[in-house]
């Protein structure tokens, strides 16, 4: 099966490489053309323009930024729009509003191409080992021709129906993701400041019990990888997974990138818009999209740190309080209408 494969951040990379270890043929894209130089080593072939890409293989994928990425890919000079057609199909599995998933949908069948949105759930490493959730909808033909590759790129693959829903459920998924992460970080700082040791937070937090495999303790307490300890039981209320891969990092200030900051607060601020939208209101997904502005961090920090560097921010915060130095904005939706200002 040959592909089409446009944007070569983080996750583009790691998901064409997986398409070309399991033997597709893979032509990609991407803006810096020297991002294509490994996968090139590894068998891809290189399109120019995004057109080029679309006009050789009958499937493209794209995994791009946000709107405006990906609203540019298709309909700039040299656009997918210039080469889809009859017999062609166009799959962007970038997280986007449902809004842009439905103008570039409209855009591709007016051109007689088929269009499917395909956001992921998961990050750097779900997608280099394979293990995303794919939240799909729209053309239920080109979704089915498509079930090879989404069952290389991952674990589970959901069909949702009419477009915009895949785009709103991963806005969901990401909305109750980053609340969760801020609850988190909140909680380890607390710990930290009132005497407790965060480790052993995490600990009760995962509350795992070493069942069967003798290594499970070196994996867990000494090498802090709990999510390789496959027999391990969670036995506590709000053990995830999330908690698991994440709190070992947090834990030693390692904020490599795997899921960039400024991606989560852009998929924060979409899904407080679709709140807008239909009048439901969420105060803590607002208080989540404000603790974390990009003036706290410099820019080439927060463009780059990961999502888990929230706990970053939130020591901060809490510093800056102590100092009388903190002036706390406003918590509010993405048209401003909840406003609840902290009391310093």
Request: proline share 5%.
């Amino acid at each position: 099966m040959e592909v089409g494969f446009l944007g070569l951040g983080i996750m583009g990379k790691a998901m064409a490489a997986n398409l070309l270890r399991h033997g597709f043929r893979v032509t990609v894209w991407n803006r810096t053309l020297s991002k294509c130089d490994e996968l090139v080593a590894m068998g891809a072939a290189v399109g120019d323009t995004p057109a080029s890409v679309v006009a050789k293989c009958k499937y493209t994928i794209a995994m791009l930024s946000d709107p405006s990425a990906a609203l540019s890919v298709v309909f700039d000079k040299d656009g997918v729009l210039e080469q889809i057609g009859e017999g062609k199909g166009y799959v962007d599995m970038s997280t986007v509003d449902a809004a842009t998933s439905c103008k570039i949908s409209e855009a591709v069948k007016q051109k007689g191409g088929a269009f499917v949105e395909a956001p992921v759930s998961g990050s750097k490493k779900p997608a280099e080992d394979g293990q995303l959730v794919i939240l799909a909808a729209g053309d239920k033909a080109l979704y089915d021709d498509m079930v090879p590759a989404f069952d290389v790129l991952g674990k589970k693959s959901f069909f949702l129906g009419e477009m915009g829903n895949g785009a709103k459920m991963k806005l969901v998924v990401n909305m109750i993701m980053g609340s969760m992460m801020n609850a988190f970080s909140e909680g380890l700082c607390l710990a930290d400041k009132s005497g407790l040791s965060p480790q052993t937070l995490l600990d009760v937090l995962v509350l795992c019990l070493v069942m069967q495999h003798p290594c499970c303790y070196f994996l867990y307490y000494q090498i802090k990888q709990p999510w390789l300890c496959f027999d391990l039981q969670d036995l506590g209320a709000i053990a995830n997974p999330m908690f698991k891969m994440k709190g070992p990092s947090m834990l030693q200030g390692s904020y490599n990138p795997a899921f960039p900051l400024k991606h989560q607060q852009k998929d924060m601020r979409l899904a407080l818009s679709l709140g807008d939208e239909n009048a439901v209101s969420m105060p803590v997904a607002a208080a989540s999209n404000e603790v974390c502005p990009s003036p706290l961090l410099p820019s080439k920090h927060y463009n780059k740190a990961n999502k888990h560097a929230t706990r970053h921010w939130i020591s901060g915060i809490q510093e800056s309080k102590k100092l009388g130095t903190w002036r706390p904005g406003f918590f509010c939706s993405a048209r401003g209408a909840e406003r609840h200002r902290w009391s310093g």
